[in-house]
Nanobody, 121 residues
Framework: VQLQASGGGLVQAGDSLRLSCAAS???????LGWFRQAPGREREFVAA???????YYADSVQGRFTISRNNAKNTVYLQMNSLKPEDTAVYYC?????????????????WGQGTQVTVSS
């Protein structure tokens, strides 16, 4: 499985941005998720989605971010609204078999390269 993230950029506070992550290989049954890592901080869970559409969110993004997936296109999306400067980070997509705590990076077997999101105040 290979993952390719895209869609990052520089935006202002309050703006929206949509990240995409295209997966190659058999990912239909995998949980697809997003993590982020800000400078000097540990990688943290953002959101995840199961093959059946069940979603999970970190408290810090609940109500502002929406994760979705298109199984036919092997793609997962992260719609980010009402962005804040504290959302600035490198965002990573990942795939998990779904058998462990989805908020933990150790639960994920495959990782894409990061895409930078910068939110200016």
């Amino acid at each position: 499985v290979q993952l390719q993230a895209s869609g990052g950029g520089l935006v202002q506070a309050g703006d929206s941005l949509r990240l995409s992550c295209a997966a190659s290989g058999r990912t239909f049954s995998y949980v697809l998720g997003w993590f982020r890592q800000a400078p000097g901080r540990e990688r943290e869970f953002v959101a995840a989605i199961r093959w059946n559409g069940r979603t999970y969110y970190a408290d810090s993004v609940q109500g502002r971010f929406t994760i979705s997936r298109n199984n036919a296109k092997n793609t997962v999306y992260l719609q980010m609204n009402s962005l804040k400067p504290e959302d600035t980070a490198v965002y990573y997509c990942a795939a998990s078999s779904g058998l462990a705590d989805l908020a933990l990076s150790d639960a994920y077997d495959y990782w894409g390269q990061g895409t930078q999101v910068t939110v200016s105040s």
